[in-house]
Every structure is written in structure tokens, then in C-alpha cells.
């Protein structure tokens, strides 16, 4: 399956680029007259500049309406505590970033309840998809490529996998990585339990234990940990996780009624999550454009050096990519990249 790509040249219009690259890939066809159609997108952590910039988004939704569609902006809750964590503060922070060219519909209703489990393939036998992308007619999926520290990169298929899923998706996602401690490692600070939202590492006999189900596997106690007692093992099943989670919410659509936008430009460090990134450790690629998550995020692996993410995070960022086509997603770890002329 072809990728369809526009270079990221400032001495250009990016709008009208934009446009010619969304025409050449057909990125508004699987959209019919009266379509409820979800543009899912990262509304961005606030504090964190890097995310799709509003006024693309907004010329996405003036070609959904265009081709007959009725274009809802959404993203589901997160799991950890910050500034989209609930639907009243996910609104909030969507309109304090910009995106007020359509109506935000979070995903997954105000805490997180609204939610159906789909059977699906791979490493989970099933996954939580976040009930209003479960019930919309199309979509189309606008995502930010950058590093993340658990499964490497973050693209269409992280879009798909853990921002189409409610809490107990993303959950369920995150608990396929494991979490030890090393006790011979352990001095007993504290400071584990102090970094974790939750404080959820329990100190007993000068020594730390974390036995808790509601663990999401985030580094944040590792990182802080002074000894490096703490280690995350296993990431590469989280990349698994992801594939499988985005083939639940595939199936949840008719054949041909998603499609994918990736902006590869302000690459950092780590997610769109965080209130601060890190830094841009790549220059800015591009716009890619195609009809599948396998193919557009194969597309971005293809054009940049990802070792540095690969060496950062010691996990191979193109095994979410791998596994997403071994588990039946239509499209190609290494497509054709077509650039518009
Ligand atoms: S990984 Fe650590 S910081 Fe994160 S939820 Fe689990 S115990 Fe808390
Ligand atoms: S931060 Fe590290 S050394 Fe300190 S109690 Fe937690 S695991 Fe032990």
C-alpha cells in the first residue's frame, strides 16, 4: 500500500501542500454523505507546544464537511492524573490548545465509563474501545510522530491502540510490561512511592514492594529511583500490546472507513503526554498520508534514523509495526513512499 508524502519545505504553503497530499492519497474517500466521522487526534498535554498544529486540523475538518461528512474532533481519557484525565478537563485543555473547529467529543464519556470490549488478535484476547469511536461511522486518524519511552516511537498504531481505549484499555496495554525491583538494590528512601501519582510502592522493612493491580507500568518511579533499583521489563510486549489494541478498534469500523494522517515534524524525545517532551531530536520529515496504520507508521521508520530511539529506550521501535501486519492489519512495514508532484 502506497504512502502518500509531502516534505516538510517552509518555503512552500503546508497548507495547500497539505491539501494536494490529502487529494493524491484519497484520505476523505471513505467518507459518505451523513457520517458521523471522528477525527482522533492528541489535543496535547498542557505545557507541552509540540502537537498537531490547530490549523491543520481545521482544514481537516472543512474537507470531512466537504465530502458529506459530519466531522466530530475526539480523544479518550488518560489513565494517569493531568490534564485530560476526565472529559470536563480533557475539554478544557482541548479549547485552552486551539481546537475549537468542531465539537470535542471525548472518546470515552466523563470518567472513563463508556466503553465496549471487542474481541481481538495478537498478545490480548480483548480490549475496551472507547465507546463513541466504537460507534462512529468513519475516522480519521491524526497523529504526531515522536519518541516514547516504553514502546519506542508513537504513530498511528499507539494513536489507534492506546488513545482509541478507555482506562481500562490503557490499563490493560500497559500491564503487559513487568515491573522488579531489585532488593539488594533497595536503600528504602521512598522516593518511588513519592514519584508515583498513586503511591503505590509500599515500603516494608526498609526494602520496596509494588504488588498493586492498578500499576500502569510508567516509568515514573523507576526514573526516580537513586539506585536503579527499579526496572521495567518486557516493553516489547507493550509494542504488541498496542498492535492488537489497534486491531480491536479497526474491527470496530466497515472495511475502508479509516483513514491516517501522521505529521512528523517537532519529533521529541518522548510523548505528547508529558508537560514537558524533552527535546526535538530529529528534523522535521514531513506529512504522510495512507489507508493503513501499518503502512504510515512504516512510512516515518523508513525515513528517519530511529536508532537514537531504539538506543534511547532499548526497545525496537519497528516491532509495533511487525506485529500489527503478523496480526492481520492490512498494509506494509516497508511501503512505497510516493511524494506529490
Ligand atoms: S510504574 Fe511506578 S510510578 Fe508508575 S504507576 Fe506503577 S508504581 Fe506508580
Ligand atoms: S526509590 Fe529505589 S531505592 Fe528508594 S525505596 Fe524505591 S526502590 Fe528502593
Redesign the pocket.
Known amino acids: 500500500m502506497t504512502v502518500h508524502f509531502v516534505q516538510w519545505d517552509t518555503s512552500l504553503d503546508l497548507m495547500k501542500e497539505a491539501n494536494r497530499l490529502y487529494d493524491a492519497a484519497g484520505t476523505f474517500d471513505c467518507i459518505e454523505k451523513g457520517d458521523l466521522v471522528a477525527v482522533k487526534l492528541h489535543v496535547g498535554e498542557l505545557g507541552n507546544p509540540y502537537y498537531v498544529q490547530p490549523f491543520f486540523v481545521h482544514d481537516i475538518i472543512r474537507r470531512v464537511k466537504e465530502a458529506g461528512g459530519k466531522p466530530f474532533l475526539t480523544d479518550a481519557n488518560t489513565y ?1 492524573h493531568a490534564q485530560r484525565n476526565n472529559a470536563h478537563d480533557h475539554m478544557v485543555t482541548a479549547l485552552t490548545n486551539g481546537f475549537n473547529m468542531a465539537p470535542f467529543i471525548v472518546a470515552d464519556g466523563l470518567r472513563s465509563e463508556n466503553y465496549k470490549t471487542i474481541k481481538t488478535k495478537g498478545i490480548l484476547n480483548e480490549i475496551e474501545v472507547a465507546g463513541v469511536i466504537s460507534e462512529a461511522d468513519a475516522m480519521i486518524v491524526v497523529s504526531h510522530d515522536k519518541g516514547h519511552e516504553l514502546s519506542g516511537f508513537g504513530g498511528a498504531i499507539k494513536n489507534l491502540g492506546m488513545g482509541c481505549t478507555s482506562r481500562a484499555g490503557k490499563l490493560r496495554q500497559h500491564r503487559t510490561v513487568g ?1 522488579e525491583i531489585n532488593e539488594s538494590k533497595c536503600i528504602g528512601c521512598g522516593k ?2 513519592q ?7 509500599e515500603i516494608i522493612g526498609e526494602k520496596a514492594r ?1 504488588i ?1 493491580p ?9 526514573d ?1 529511583c537513586p539506585t536503579g533499583a ?1 526496572k ?1 521489563v518486557h516493553k516489547e510486549n507493550l509494542c504488541r500490546a498496542l498492535a492488537s489494541a489497534a486491531y480491536g478498534v479497526i474491527s470496530t469500523f466497515k472495511s475502508e472507513k479509516v483513514s491516517y494522517v501522521s505529521f512528523a515534524k517537532d519529533i521529541t524525545q518522548y510523548c505528547d503526554c508529558l508537560p514537558g517532551p524533552g527535546e526535538v531530536v530529529m528534523k522535521d520529515v514531513g506529512i504522510f498520508a495512507s489507508g493503513s496504520p501499518v503502512s504510515i507508521d512504516g512510512a516515518f521508520l523508513k525515513m528517519v534514523d530511529y536508532k537514537v530511539f531504539n538506543d534511547a529506550y532499548h526497545v525496537d521501535c519497528l516491532l509495533q509495526v511487525q506485529e500489527a501486519k503478523t496480526i492481520g492489519i492490512a498494509g506494509e512495514v516497508k511501503p512505497k513512499i510516493q511524494g506529490i508532484s
Open positions: 494517569y515491573l518511588c512511592k514519584a508515583c501519582e498513586m503511591s503505590l510502592p509494588n498493586s492498578l500499576c500502569m507500568r510508567c516509568p515514573l518511579c523507576a526516580a527499579i521495567l
